[in-house]
T-cell receptor
Framework: SQTIHQWPATLVQPVGSPLSLECTVEGTSNPNLYWYRQAAGRGLQLLFYSVGIGQISSEVPQNLSASRPQDRQFILSSKKLLLSDSGFYLC??????????????FGQGTRLTVV | ELKVEQNPLFLSMQEGKNYTIYCNYSTTSDRLYWYRQDPGKSLESLFVLLSNGAVKQEGRLMASLDTKARLSTLHITAAVHDLSATYFCAVVKLLGRNNAGNMLTFGGGTRLMVKP
């Protein structure tokens, strides 16, 4: 069965520090991978998606970046965190290349607090 | 641009009562998803609705889809405290050139509180 691992679960970082969140998927090949952010009490905002190794698309301009060094690994990074980067970050995957198999499965999330 | 709107955003109800959450979306889509999120937790898939007129039920929750009206409903029957959570609907958005990928666009969520 497919599983998705996301870590760390919680993170407190000072303003201006770097960030690296990692997500890995097991049990599937060529998944679509996604990073979402959820501000407190709000909905989900898509940040990045990837349809293959090295292929990253950004939905929202920000000081974050993403990389996909391996088929089932997706990394969210920042060189210098801002207070506004605080939130709940969720990694998700869906089946590829079937364009209609779109149900997304989510990791457990990382709660980031920038202080 | 695909927009997904849920209402109400917040719902407080007593145990044993019935209520409906609505999800409207702006462009054609034949698939709609409902997720549940408990406080501080990730999203759990509840229903996948694949065609017009689809109806699915799990316990006290029933979801339906009307693609012509671009509307989905999540009906709660005889609510219990354990149903307290935030519920999201999501609709397919095709991404990238040549529709190379796909993603879900989420509504803003409905926070449900069931009081004893």
């Amino acid at each position: 069965s497919q599983t998705i691992h996301q870590w760390p679960a919680t993170l407190v970082q000072p303003v201006g520090s770097p960030l690296s969140l990692e997500c890995t998927v097991e049990g599937t090949s060529n998944p679509n991978l996604y990073w979402y952010r959820q501000a407190a009490g709000r909905g989900l905002q898509l940040l990045f998606y990837s349809v293959g190794i090295g292929q990253i698309s950004s939905e929202v301009p920000q000081n974050l970046s993403a990389s996909r060094p391996q088929d089932r690994q997706f990394i969210l990074s920042s060189k210098k965190l801002l207070l506004s980067d605080s939130g709940f970050y969720l990694c998700a995957w869906s089946v590829f290349p079937s364009r209609w198999n779109t149900e997304a499965f989510f990791g457990q999330g990382t709660r980031l607090t920038v202080v | 641009e695909l927009k997904v709107e849920q209402n109400p955003l917040f719902l407080s109800m007593q145990e044993g009562k019935n209520y409906t959450i609505y999800c409207n979306y702006s462009t054609t889509s034949d698939r709609l998803y409902w997720y549940r999120q408990d406080p501080g937790k990730s999203l759990e898939s509840l229903f996948v609705l694949l065609s017009n007129g689809a109806v699915k039920q799990e316990g006290r929750l029933m979801a339906s889809l009307d693609t012509k009206a671009r509307l989905s409903t999540l009906h709660i029957t005889a609510a219990v405290h354990d149903l307290s959570a935030t519920y999201f609907c999501a609709v397919v958005k095709l991404l990238g050139r040549n529709n190379a990928g796909n993603m879900l666009t989420f509504g803003g969520g409905t926070r449900l509180m069931v009081k004893p």
